[in-house]
């Protein structure tokens, strides 16, 4: 009799703590009601939330309910790589004042983030700074938050803020930490993240296989014993997270927060991954950070399973978007590694995809050159419309957090990147902005040259299709537009009612066609100061188009 | 004497909680030990341990379906 109870005990138990508790904790999600946002302080610009439309693809809208399409940039600069220890350029936000600029070290790879940085970003068109950052900086030591790291990013949000711009706050790393150990293949320069105390790669050797920095036995082993909570690391970057976010509360200027970028799985398979510890993990972010409670209440400082919740750390934000990657192997190979179940009740959940078509989808993995790939095999809505299912099954978002790739491939990926974005009405953060290198750097603009400057001449190729005309916001969830790089010609297809709010096109200084309306709207044309134009369109009733006339595309000219 | 089976269906039954692609075989294996138990008079033992297996098998399988099933609907 004792043995039949404890061996239904032990299987009540591992079915709590595996997939079945998963995914009750998860469906509960759906039956939870949302927390009440009440109006949070009056923000240039707007607050922004995911609206949820009954039956269709949830989106990321303003005030007004307006979809909200975000286009930016990805500045890496205030990330920690190694070797060094201490960040490259200075935290103190006074290095940076009155148009100041450090002098860029062509040692790192990134040049330093300046205010014309920003400035730059906005006459592209970009309404949005992806702005990554390292944990490694953020507490140095444990428990002790760096402030002034806190003062350097309220500099730029305070930029953006000038710029009516939006920032991500994206807690950025890459291999797990640059504290994993030097060895074999190992190049430090690409391992950010973590900080030492925090880095437990319980002496397992640091040497990097296959050319991948996450391929490496010690990057494996650190990352696994964050994602089961050795020694509460967990609870200490959830408790990263609160500082960042209790700083930032009422600033709607930062759109949200990147929980954790590129996920890597470590020694757990997907999708026990995925299902079982990561969207977990976010799940107690977001009750740490919000005060929701899903999840069952439970322990915290050790490996803590997927059904259980986690602790209101007292923030109570529920004004800010929580962007959450799927795993390193999803994002970098097109196809879902989990089941895509809802994380949260909290409902401002977007997912962030990194698309990488070619680099390291299989055909990149096997070698294969652009243009002569067999991939992707259903074209590169592939790996998109696998997202947009994976966001709807979640109630979440879409947005392309990273993508970009050398610019000797620039007309076929990046350009067809974008077609996809357009098409599936996801905003995006490009990869990146500058870098320092040769001519296959990844940057948006050519290497420095002096090598102290912040960067060489735009990439035309890359002003050309990322300068592009879009709407801004619109009241019409389901339009359609398109942007032909070539001559600027631009058409958006949308319905209205009357009384609706405003659709708002932006069309950069670079496109010069005219601008036409057909259909129930009507249309006010704002000249800017910057050279680009604003279209105002204001719904009549029924469906309308507005549409910029091909033309001449004057690009930025190098001296 | 314990039916060899049983062990086999409870640690399959176990691990096709985390590792849902074991379902079917625990189940598999979980459904026959417990039907050599019963058909031997109480010559053979094992029968908690291969219900058990039989049990978090079916467990594993339901939630694999009702995971599928939720995925086609809300995606």
Redesign the interface.
């Known amino acids: 009799m004792i043995a039949r109870a404890v061996l239904a005990l032990a299987v009540f138990l591992v079915a709590l703590f595996t997939y079945p508790g998963a995914l009750l904790a998860s469906l509960a999600t759906r039956v939870t009601p949302p927390p009440g946002a009440t109006a949070g302080p009056a923000g240039v610009p707007p607050w922004l939330h995911v609206a949820h439309p009954s039956g269709g693809m949830p989106y990321i809208a303003d005030d007004q309910g307006r979809l909200v399409l975000l286009h930016g940039a990805t500045p890496a600069s205030l990330l920690e790589f190694g070797p060094s220890t201490t960040p490259l350029y200075p935290t103190d936000p006074s290095a940076y004042e009155l148009g100041h600029c450090p002098a860029n070290l062509p040692a790192g790879r990134y040049p330093p983030l300046c205010r014309d940085d920003l400035s730059a970003m906005a006459a592209l068109g970009f309404n949005l700074v992806r702005l990554p950052i390292s944990w490694s900086v953020l507490e140095p030591e444990r428990g002790r938050f760096n402030d002034t790291f806190l003062d350097r990013i309220a500099q730029i949000v305070d930029w953006a803020r000038a710029l009516r711009m939006y920032v991500i706050v994206d807690m950025h790393q890459n291999a797990f930490s640059h504290y994993v150990g030097t060895g074999e293949s190992v190049d430090l320069r690409y391992n950010s993240g973590a900080p030492r105390w925090a880095t437990i790669t319980d002496g397992f050797p640091s040497r990097v296989y296959n050319k991948q920095r996450e391929i490496n036995p010690a990057v494996f082993e650190a990352t696994t014993n964050f994602w089961y909570d050795r020694d509460g690391i967990q609870d200490e970057y959830i408790a990263a997270l609160a500082v960042i976010a209790h700083r930032f509360r009422n600033e709607s200027v930062v759109v949200g927060y990147g929980v954790y970028n590129e996920p890597w799985l470590g020694w757990t398979l997907p999708p026990g991954f995925e299902d079982l510890l990561l969207f977990p993990f976010y799940r107690r972010v977001m009750d740490a950070i919000t005060g929701v409670r899903d999840g069952l209440p439970c322990w915290s400082g050790f490996f803590m399973p997927a059904v259980c919740g986690y602790r209101d750390l007292g923030i109570h934000d529920v004004r800010h978007l929580m962007f959450l990657d799927t795993g390193l192997l999803r994002e970098v190979t097109d196809f879902p590694t989990h089941l895509g179940m809802p994380v949260s009740s909290y409902p401002n959940v977007v997912l962030g995809l990194h698309a990488y078509t070619h680099i390291y989808t299989p055909d990149g993995l096997l070698g294969q050159k652009v243009p002569n790939t067999s991939y992707p095999w259903g074209g590169y809505d592939q790996g998109w419309d696998w997202a947009a299912r994976e966001a709807k099954a979640m109630d979440a978002a879409l947005f392309i957090e990273e993508f970009g790739n050398d610019p000797r491939d620039d007309p076929l990926i990046l350009h067809n990147q974008l077609l996809e974005a357009e098409r599936h009405l996801a905003g995006f953060a490009f990869w990146t902005w500058k870098e320092n290198g040769d001519a296959h750097s990844w940057g948006l603009f050519d290497a420095p040259n002096p090598p102290t400057a912040s960067s060489g001449c735009i990439r035309e190729q890359r002003e050309r299709l990322l300068a592009r005309v879009y709407p801004r916001v619109t009241a019409d969830p389901t339009l359609t537009y398109h942007y032909d790089p070539s001559d600027g010609r631009f058409a958006l297809k949308a319905r209205g009612r009357s009384g609706d709010s405003t659709t708002v096109v932006y069309v950069p200084p670079e496109v010069t066609g005219q601008i036409s309306s057909d259909g129930a709207v009507r249309i006010v044309v704002s000249d800017e100061t910057d050279g680009s134009r604003l279209v105002f369109a204001s719904p009549t009733g029924g469906p309308f188009v507005v549409a910029v006339s091909p033309g001449r595309v004057t690009l930025t000219s190098c001296p | 004497m314990r039916d060899r089976g049983a062990t086999r269906a ?1 640690v399959l ?2 691990l096709a ?4 692609i074991l379902a079917p075989f625990a189940i598999w294996a979980g459904a026959r030990s417990w039907r050599r138990i019963r058909a031997s008079g109480g010559d053979l033992r094992g029968a ?2 291969a219900l ?1 297996g039989l ?2 098998g079916l ?2 399988l ?3 379906v ?3 099933i ?2 086609l609907v ?2």
């Open positions: 409870l039954g176990l909680l985390p590792f849902g908690s341990s058990a049990v978090a467990i594993a339901a939630t694999f009702a995971g599928t939720y995925w809300a995606s």
